[in-house]
């Protein structure tokens, strides 16, 4: 098991995606994050965040992802290789 | 394991057909994430994958997916398939219904597909509704569900897809929901490994048209239900205790019933079924024996000519 440790990652919504459902807010185990006045998700407590990537797996529009430091070079690495 | 999702998006999706035009919170998305995932686990070469899909919320899909993909006539999507998987019989064919065209007006090629055991993963989305004409009753509404065209609730008897894929012949039976998303991929990778006809049931939600006239409005309240509606099987258990056909929740066997039935007085075992319902053992796909005969003709005429 890989040691999960809270505050290194980043949520990303994209907001041409995302159509307010409310999903990944109420699937959020550490309740990381919020809505906003518009519906949105945002991040309230990205310190708690431990990316289990339930919010992502629950997206049904591919509008929230976790960034994860690692995991920034890989994709990295892949728009590197599309383009 | 979860690809990340903007991998998701540029590898397996069309960029520039996104958003989608389904409601906020339908679990299509997932259902179309899983899809990737899983083709993606398998190492599948995309190339190699069709998507074959009919009309309704669903048939949308095969816009979406960065696939060879067919949008096909109502209800005719197993038809269409079964002449791509002879054809080409090297593809993965993965067929994309929903409840309304997979068991009503398409039930007639389900049962056949299932009976010539073609080699495809039917992925038949239930959402008990037909979604896209405005919550008409479908034939996978519960018992006492309301819809737009059921008032004061459905009378019918809902169908049972799981006893119609036993008696048709198909190789492999799973239900899944949009609720545990993780078991989802799996179920869809188990069905790829399938030679035959693999059916996967996935309960969805229509939270617009079924869940506001059965008090889940949400979309998060109406996939939550599906944890209590639904009991994990355990295939080895299964398996050991050599049980004859177990229909599921007798009043609605495929259908989420939380908002109908008070689910604490519901045993365990009577609640919908979900994983692997059954595998045949030893089942080979229509279209290897097809090749296979024809080769085996070949041979035997290349020895007559030889005699002569």
């Known amino acids: ?83 | 394991m979860k690809v990340q999702t903007s991998f998701i998006v540029k590898e397996y999706l069309r960029p520039k057909m996104l958003p989608s035009t389904w409601c906020g919170g339908c679990g299509l998305g997932i259902i179309m994430g899983a899809i990737a995932q899983a083709v993606h686990f398998k190492g599948l070469d995309k190339d190699n994958v069709a998507m074959v899909s009919g009309i309704g919320c669903t048939g949308r899909m095969s816009g979406y997916m960065d696939f060879n993909t067919i949008h096909t006539t109502h209800g005719r999507a197993p038809a269409f398939a079964t002449g791509l998987k002879m054809a080409r019989p090297e593809m993965t064919v993965l067929t994309v219904m929903g409840d309304g065209d997979a068991m009503s007006i398409g039930g007639n090629h389900l049962i056949h597909a299932m009976r010539r055991n073609i080699g495809m993963v039917a992925i038949v989305v239930n959402n008990s509704v037909y979604g896209l004409t405005g919550g008409q009753t479908s034939p996978t509404t519960p018992i006492g569900g309301h819809t737009t065209t059921a008032q004061s609730g459905s009378f019918e008897r809902p169908m049972n897809l799981e006893a119609l894929a036993r008696t048709a012949g198909a190789a492999f039976y799973a239900r899944a929901t949009v609720n545990h998303t993780a078991s989802l991929t799996k179920l869809i990778e188990r069905a790829l490994d399938v030679s035959g006809f693999a059916l996967v049931e996935i309960i969805s939600n229509c939270h617009v048209l079924f869940g506001k006239m059965n008090q889940m409005a949400e979309a998060s309240t109406m996939i939550a239900a599906m944890d209590e509606d639904t009991w994990r099987t355990n295939p080895t258990l299964l398996r050991r205790a050599h049980l004859p056909i177990r229909l599921t929740s007798p009043e609605s066997p495929s259908a989420p019933v939380h908002a109908l039935t008070e689910m604490d007085d519901v045993e365990d075992e009577s609640r919908t079924w979900r994983g692997v319902i059954f595998e045949r053992k030893g089942s080979v796909d229509l279209s290897k024996r097809y090749y296979n005969m024809l080769g085996r003709i070949r041979e035997q005429q290349r020895a007559a000519e030889e005699m002569v």
């Open chain 1, 1 to 83: 098991m890989a040691q999960v440790t809270p505050g290194i990652y980043e949520v990303q919504v994209d907001k041409n995606f995302c159509k307010a459902c409310g999903l990944c807010v109420a699937w959020c185990p550490q309740d990381v994050l919020a809505e906003d006045d518009e519906r949105y998700p945002f991040a309230l407590h990205l310190e708690k965040c431990i990316n289990c990537k339930l919010c992502e797996r629950h997206c049904p529009d591919f509008a929230i992802e976790i960034i994860a430091p690692s995991e920034v070079l890989m994709i990295e690495d892949i728009l590197a290789e599309g383009a």
